[in-house]
């Protein structure tokens, strides 16, 4: 039996998530699972240190058994629970997890299944679940391979649309603002100060914003850089830089490599930062970073836009930074 303080109130928090009954039990028979596997360590589902959720899905992949029922039912205890710190690490071996699976079907749409099984020859995509540090290894010969074989122009374009996606209707308010605004700058100043706006209140709540605790120094390092989120007009282009994945383990390192490594969001590369072997991964990776300002600039301007990454913890930055090109209309 799984030990919950409140057992009976959390099968009814998933009930009035609208899961089945029958999800529901699929669901506690592998919270008991875990629950089995703690215990030998005399750990309590209230009480999990950090790694061990990581090292329990790990266990899954290896024993080549899905680990995706115990992460959606351990994001919906960390709700419960409000244990914010269990829902960063989930974050951490969820993030990006689909990304190679989706360039794999992309691949063949675009360019047909004879290219992608070259390309996806012997190569076993990690299931969701892996340590994401191991991911990289993927991404180096699967790249690699992509631009030997359809050139580096057509890379970029099979990457651009951004190969995880995001949340787009939440933008659709964004395109309504700017269409009464009716001015770039103005549009860029608000969003910053509800973007910053958003940051305090984390703050104050002590709730984490995505994979990270928010404090008054990190704050106050959004505040004093310009290009993070949404950016800043040059010209013709948005430069637009992203807030460090891990901004306090950021600020607190004192190796830029590692300052790199916590600043770069994709698993899919992250861990090669760690080891120093980033330069054997082909930089235009990075143009499906691109892609997740160029969704949410494509809805806001009702077109496609380009957008291209200027320059990259993959390329020795230490922060991510793009430039969106600005339709000429709204110039």
Avoid at 205 to 219: H, S
């Amino acid at each position: 039996m799984v030990i919950l303080m409140n057992i009976e109130t959390f099968q009814e928090y998933l009930q009035e998530k609208g899961i089945s009954e029958t999800d529901r039990e699929d669901l506690f028979s592998e919270l008991v699972k875990f629950q089995v596997y703690l215990k030998n360590e005399e750990i309590q589902l209230e009480s999990i240190p950090k790694g061990k959720m990581q090292e329990y899905t790990e266990k899954l992949v290896r024993e080549e058994k899905s680990a995706l029922s115990i992460i959606k039912v351990m994001f919906s205890l960390a709700t419960f629970l409000q244990k914010h710190d269990y829902t960063i690490e989930l974050i951490n071996i969820i993030e990006s997890y689909n990304a190679m699976d989706n360039l794999y079907l992309r691949l063949a749409e675009l360019h047909g299944e004879a290219i992608r099984d070259r390309i996806f020859e012997n190569i076993k995509i990690p299931p969701i679940g892996s340590n994401p540090d191991k991911k990289p290894e993927i991404t180096k010969r699967v790249i690699k391979r992509l631009e030997d074989e359809i050139g580096v122009e057509k890379t970029i374009d099979i990457l651009s649309p951004c190969l995880h996606g995001r949340p787009l209707e939440p933008i659709k308010k964004d395109r309504e603002d700017f269409l009464k605004i009716k001015n770039i700058d103005e549009f860029l100043k608000i969003k910053k100060a509800e973007f910053v706006k958003r940051l305090e209140k984390h703050k104050e709540e002590g709730t984490p914003e995505y994979a990270q605790y928010i404090d008054e120094e990190v704050l106050n390092y959004v505040k004093n850089n310009p290009t993070i989120t949404p950016g800043v007009r040059q010209g013709d282009k948005i430069i637009v830089t992203k807030i460090p994945y891990k901004m306090r383990e950021f600020l607190d390192a004192e190796d830029e490599r590692m300052k790199r490594y916590y600043s770069c969001y994709c698993a899919w590369v992250r861990g090669a930062i760690r080891k120093g072997e980033e330069k054997e991964i082909a930089s235009n990776f990075c143009n499906c970073s691109a892609g997740f300002f160029k969704q949410y600039w494509d809805i806001v301007f009702d077109q496609s836009v380009k957008v291209e990454p200027i320059e990259t913890p993959l390329t020795g930055i230490l922060e991510c930074k793009f430039a969106v090109h600005i339709p000429k209309e709204f110039l």
